[in-house]
């Protein structure tokens, strides 16, 4: 057969429809309920078999349905009312006028229709730009063009997890070519051991900030290259390895060649580190630089974020495998290979010499680096304390910014209506505001909880549709499929439990004492019921044996049609789940999960917590929002541990959750159950939106990464060349300087509340001046290990210069509170961008 040459044909949609085809090119529909609700209204039947993508919709409306439409007075009215709010909401304003944050990740999650995450990092890094579009902060996301995506899941007839690639069409989705001047889509090229990989360039509009996408699936490469972006985190290491660099520094050289203005480069986990050594060749090009100032400029004007504590989702290469790539680089970007392997794997790494560590590397590529929760900054401190020796634990540059959820993209239809109501107008792009928190105070509580059932009926409502599809897959029998149509019940509390099936989120320690749970399941008085959902990684066998495990139970006679394990968890199962369930399930071991952002999806909705004190909700937790599981100890012994979580977990439920569920002493639902949805509500809106998040990262980190650039490049980079000239010089000192330690004026061991006494240290600084360092008293109150837990520093002020490179510094201690106190002297460099340097230019007192 003769090549075919292919076309699409399509209705002719009226002219006086054209926004519909614009605004289902543009993603901002998907969190504005309006737009939701146009698209819907257009022809319903049609939009749930599009699976909610509004491009296929247009794609399958009849010619006579389009024309209907448009002589549709209520329905124009309805569309030129959203197209009002899309040219306020959501036009992009061009990214050269002013430089844009570059926001790297390896996979986002915007909407079901689109295959490109697997989970909570992609889910989180699509809240990202949405919050960017709302707050106007100029920013652009560079990811991969993955054909076939993430696997659809479903179980076969022994519930163990199958995988299944299907290719996306193409021509459905909203995305489009980004062209040259001359009409010609651009290509970017990147050099690897067997040749050139080439991958053009699409583009999809979300909101204001656009998302750019790198697709090698072209006809000059060959078969091997075409499938680096076939599937999200498929194939083997060296696949891992070569989305990595198309994703780094492919989307550098993508950035420069669509002509965007960037000044600030954001890693999203360290798959993206690759980006800092393109970025690193264009500056020394560009400035005619060094390779160690181009360094510091980037590095100046680079944000870091690592989003797991688990050693596993820490990206590791052996070196054997990473070299031959980075020597394919090395012409093209004028890096050694050796050069970049170090900045990977630090002498002090134990022994970890045949390995070279993408965070590792994303940390030294980056002045600003943080974990995404309290604790998750304590415990990634605590994690890679090795590359700064020396260095106190709590004064790591490793800081935190907590997650936040995108709520609007994440509200119940129910819910949106009610707070469009009852809440102060600002809510939708402000909900932390004192006015939208004082608002949420005047929802009526029979409101509040209509909405909630609501949704949980619609939950109810999709368990059922999707139990009866997975039966009839599997060729079960009709009586199966019966009991499929009458799973769960509105009546009972639900609890849900989704998540990826990683072996430490413990998917299974509610089932951990069955007799237990039966008894808690049973209870005809108060009924409970539970709906789990979530994937395994195609390569952890230990998660879908959870998985298999989980419906073993839920096929117990005594509890048929009470516990359901849902298959293919998405975008869309997600929302039904964090909208409808009543309780919220996250059982993790602790302190391993960074964030969890779906508990915050939940609670926005109004479904209390039942949760281990890790991740957020270590912060989260108030008491009048939910229930911890414990009282957040850690364990050394696992076994122990589950058993003694489980058994919380049981006796919260027993004592706690269940009898404020079913007290109902007057009318039909329980009041406390509604004011903890209030609260849940509540404090989720103040602290846990992502529309907070990304004006934290804005203002902690892109306007100062900004700033930075903007001084770094000024006079042919003059700063960072003297930078980097005394930073040589302290290089070349460092290791000889010595400081005495501090002696007092005057004993004091025992002191009272406004003494005070002077202290002295004598240093000798081989040439270099007391006004390169800084010679600080380090102290604080000691524990019973005596050790400091709380760093406080002071700075001794120099006092005589004593000749032949030494001087004496002193300064006066006083007592301001009581309490048992230690303290100790160091030098450090005085130049703040010198202070998190890896290792650290760090000298105690001897």
Same mark, same amino acid.
């Given at each position: 057969m003769?090549?075919?040459q292919l076309?699409?044909?399509?209705?002719?949609?009226?002219?006086?429809?054209?926004?519909?085809?614009?605004?289902?090119?543009?993603?901002?529909?998907?969190?504005?309920?309006?737009?939701?609700?146009?698209?819907?209204?257009?022809?319903p039947?049609?939009?749930?078999?599009?699976?909610?993508n509004?491009?296929?919709?247009?794609?399958?409306?009849s010619?006579?349905r389009?024309?209907?439409?448009?002589?549709?007075?209520s329905?124009?009215?309805h569309l030129?009312?959203?197209?009002?709010?899309?040219e306020?909401?959501?036009?992009?304003?061009?990214?050269?006028k002013e430089?844009?944050?570059?926001?790297?990740?390896l996979e986002?999650?915007?909407h079901?229709?689109?295959?490109?995450?697997?989970?909570?990092?992609?889910?989180l890094a699509?809240?990202?730009?949405?919050?960017?579009?709302?707050?106007?902060?100029?920013?652009?996301?560079?990811?991969l063009?993955?054909r076939?995506?993430?696997?659809?899941q479903?179980?076969?007839?022994?519930?163990?997890?199958?995988?299944?690639?299907?290719a996306s069409?193409?021509?459905?989705?909203?995305?489009?070519?980004?062209?040259?001047?001359?009409g010609n889509?651009i290509?970017?090229?990147?050099?690897?051991?067997?040749?050139v990989?080439?991958?053009?360039?699409?583009e999809?509009?979300?909101?204001?900030?656009?998302?750019?996408?790198?697709?090698?699936?072209?006809a000059?490469?060959?078969?091997?290259f075409?499938?680096?972006?076939?599937?999200?985190?498929?194939?083997?290491?060296?696949?891992?390895i070569?989305?990595e660099?198309?994703l780094?520094?492919?989307g550098?050289?993508?950035?420069e060649?669509?002509?965007?203005n960037?000044?600030?480069?954001?890693?999203n986990?360290?798959?993206?580190?690759?980006?800092?050594?393109?970025?690193?060749?264009?500056?020394?090009?560009?400035?005619?630089?060094?390779?160690?100032?181009a360094?510091e400029?980037?590095r100046?004007s680079?944000?870091?974020?690592?989003?797991t504590?688990?050693?596993?989702?820490?990206?590791?290469?052996?070196?054997e495998l990473?070299l031959?790539?980075?020597?394919?680089?090395?012409k093209?970007l004028?890096?050694?290979?050796?050069?970049?392997i170090?900045?990977?794997?630090?002498?002090?790494?134990?022994?970890?010499?045949?390995?070279?560590?993408?965070?590792v590397?994303?940390?030294?590529l980056?002045?600003?680096?943080?974990g995404?929760?309290?604790?998750?900054?304590?415990?990634?401190r605590?994690?890679?304390?090795?590359?700064?020796?020396?260095?106190?634990v709590?004064e790591?540059?490793?800081?935190?910014?907590?997650?936040?959820?995108?709520?609007?993209?994440?509200?119940?239809?129910e819910?949106i209506l009610?707070?469009?109501?009852y809440?102060?107008?600002?809510?939708?792009?402000?909900?932390?505001?004192?006015?939208?928190l004082?608002?949420i105070?005047?929802i009526p509580?029979n409101?509040?909880?209509l909405?909630?059932?609501?949704?949980?009926? /619609? !939950? *109810?409502?999709t +368990?059922r549709?999707?139990?009866?599809?997975?039966?009839?897959n $599997?060729? %079960?029998s009709?009586?199966e499929?019966?009991?499929?149509?009458?799973?769960?019940?509105?009546?009972?509390?639900?609890?849900?439990?989704?998540?990826r099936?990683?072996?430490?989120?413990r998917a299974?320690l509610i089932f951990?004492?069955?007799?237990?749970?039966?008894?808690?399941?049973t209870?005809?008085k108060?009924?409970?019921?539970l709906?789990?959902a979530g994937?395994a990684?195609?390569?952890d066998?230990?998660?879908?044996?959870?998985?298999?495990?989980?419906?073993?139970?839920?096929?117990?006679?005594e509890?048929s049609g009470?516990v359901?394990?849902?298959?293919?968890?998405?975008?869309?199962?997600?929302? /039904? !789940? *964090?909208q409808? +369930?009543?309780v919220?399930?996250?059982?993790?071991e602790?302190p $391993?999960? %960074?964030?969890?952002?779906?508990?915050m999806?939940?609670?926005?909705n109004?479904?209390?917590?039942?949760?281990?004190?890790?991740?957020?909700?270590?912060?989260?937790?108030?008491?009048?929002?939910?229930?911890?599981?414990g009282?957040?100890e850690d364990y050394?012994?696992?076994e122990?541990?589950?058993?003694?979580?489980a058994?919380?977990l049981y006796?919260?439920?027993?004592?706690?959750?269940?009898?404020?569920?079913?007290?109902?002493?007057?009318?039909?639902?329980?009041?406390?159950?509604?004011?903890?949805?209030?609260?849940?509500?509540?404090?989720?809106?103040h602290?846990?939106t992502?529309?907070?998040?990304?004006?934290?990262?804005?203002t902690m980190?892109y306007?100062n990464?900004?700033?930075?650039?903007?001084?770094?490049v000024?006079?042919?980079?003059a700063?960072?060349?003297?930078?980097?000239n005394?930073?040589e010089?302290?290089?070349?000192?460092?290791?000889?300087?010595?400081?005495?330690s501090p002696?007092?004026?005057?004993?004091?061991?025992?002191?009272?509340?406004?003494?005070?006494?002077?202290l002295?240290?004598?240093?000798y600084?081989?040439?270099?001046?007391?006004?390169?360092?800084?010679?600080?008293?380090?102290?604080?109150?000691?524990?019973?290990n005596n050790?400091?837990?709380?760093?406080?520093?002071?700075?001794?002020?120099?006092?005589?210069?004593?000749g032949?490179?030494?001087?004496?510094?002193k300064?006066?201690?006083?007592?301001?509170?009581?309490g048992?106190?230690?303290f100790s002297?160091?030098?450090?460099?005085?130049?703040?961008e010198?202070?998190n340097s890896?290792?650290?230019?760090?000298?105690?007192?001897?």
């Open positions: 003769k090549k075919l076309f699409n044909v399509s209705a002719s949609i009226p002219e006086s429809l054209n926004f519909l085809e614009t605004l289902s090119r543009n993603m901002w529909w998907c969190w504005n309920l309006d737009a939701i609700e146009l698209f819907k209204r257009i022809e039947a049609l939009w749930k078999g599009a699976n909610s509004p491009l296929k919709l247009l794609n399958f409306v010619q006579e389009f024309d209907a439409l448009a002589v549709d007075e329905f124009m009215k030129n009312r959203v197209k009002e709010m899309y306020k909401e959501a036009v992009w304003t061009t990214p050269n430089p844009v944050t570059a926001y790297f990740s986002f999650g915007i079901e229709s689109l295959k490109l995450y697997s989970g909570g990092l992609g889910v699509g809240d990202h730009l949405k919050s960017a579009s709302d707050l106007k902060i100029p920013l652009v996301g560079i990811c063009l993955y076939e995506g993430y696997f659809t479903y179980l076969n007839n022994d519930g163990f997890q199958q995988e299944k690639y299907t069409e193409i021509y459905n989705l909203p995305i489009k070519e980004v062209a040259d001047k001359n889509q290509i970017i090229s990147v050099e690897l051991p067997e040749g990989l080439k991958a053009a360039v699409w999809l509009n979300v909101g204001r900030v656009p998302l750019y996408f790198l697709d090698s699936n072209l000059e490469n060959p078969p091997e075409k499938d680096i972006t076939a599937r999200l985190y498929g194939g083997d290491r060296k696949m891992r070569r989305q660099i198309l780094g520094i492919g550098i050289k993508m950035l060649k669509v002509g965007i960037y000044s600030v480069c954001h890693m986990e360290g798959h993206a580190a690759f980006l800092g050594l393109a970025r690193i060749s264009g500056l020394i090009k560009k400035y005619n630089i060094s390779i160690e100032e360094l400029i980037n100046r680079t944000v870091f974020t690592t989003h504590p688990v050693p596993a989702g820490n990206e590791v290469f052996k070196k990473i031959p790539h980075l020597k394919a680089l090395e093209s004028g890096i050694p290979a050796e050069t970049v170090s900045r990977g794997q630090p002498a002090s790494a134990s022994g970890k010499t045949d390995e070279v560590s993408m965070t590397l994303g940390l030294n980056a002045q600003y680096c943080n995404v929760s309290k604790l998750h900054g304590v415990v990634a605590d994690m890679w304390s090795y590359l700064w020796p020396g260095l106190p709590d790591l540059p490793i800081t935190h910014i907590t997650n936040g959820i995108h709520h609007l993209s994440w509200l119940s239809i819910n009610l707070f469009n109501k809440l102060d107008s600002a809510w939708q792009n402000s909900p932390g505001t004192q006015k939208v004082n608002s105070n005047k509580d409101e509040l909880w909405a909630h059932t609501h949704s949980k009926a /619609r !939950l *109810v409502r +368990v549709e999707r139990a009866e599809i997975q039966c009839m $599997r060729n %079960a009709s009586g499929v019966e009991k499929a149509n009458n799973v769960l019940s509105n009546e009972a509390l639900t609890i849900g439990f989704a998540r099936f990683a072996t430490y989120k299974t951990r004492d069955f007799d237990r749970l039966k008894k808690i399941l209870n005809e108060q009924p409970v019921q709906v789990v994937k990684h195609p390569a066998e230990g998660g879908k044996a959870l998985i298999q495990k989980i419906v073993e139970f839920s096929k117990d006679p509890i009470k359901v394990f849902l298959e293919d968890y998405d975008i869309r199962l997600a929302r /039904r !789940l *964090v409808g +369930v009543d919220w399930l996250n059982t993790p602790r $391993r999960e %960074a964030s969890g952002t779906s508990g999806k939940a609670a926005a109004g479904v209390l917590n039942l949760s281990i004190l890790d991740g957020w909700w270590n912060e989260g937790f108030d008491g009048k929002n939910g229930w911890a599981i009282s957040g050394d012994n696992p122990y541990r589950d058993t003694k979580e058994q919380a006796n919260t439920l027993e004592n706690e959750v269940i009898p404020c569920f079913f007290y109902k002493k007057s009318g039909n639902f329980s009041k406390k159950w509604v004011a903890m949805m209030r609260d849940s509500i509540s404090k989720t809106f602290c846990f992502s529309n907070r998040m990304v004006a934290d990262y804005n980190f306007k990464a900004k700033e930075n650039f903007s001084k770094s000024k006079e042919n980079c700063i960072i060349r003297d930078f980097v005394y930073r010089k302290l290089e070349t000192s460092w290791s000889k300087i010595k400081l005495s002696a007092a004026d005057k004993e004091f061991s025992k002191n009272y509340v406004g003494d005070s006494f002077e002295t240290a004598e240093a600084l081989d040439g270099l001046s007391h006004d390169d360092v800084e010679v600080q008293i380090y102290y604080g109150r000691v524990d019973f050790k400091i837990a709380i760093s406080c520093c002071g700075i001794m002020e120099p006092a005589e210069d004593l032949d490179g030494k001087f004496t510094f300064y006066k201690f006083k007592c301001s509170e009581t048992r106190y230690g002297a160091r030098i450090i460099p005085k130049a703040l010198l202070k890896i290792p650290p230019f760090l000298k105690w007192a001897e």
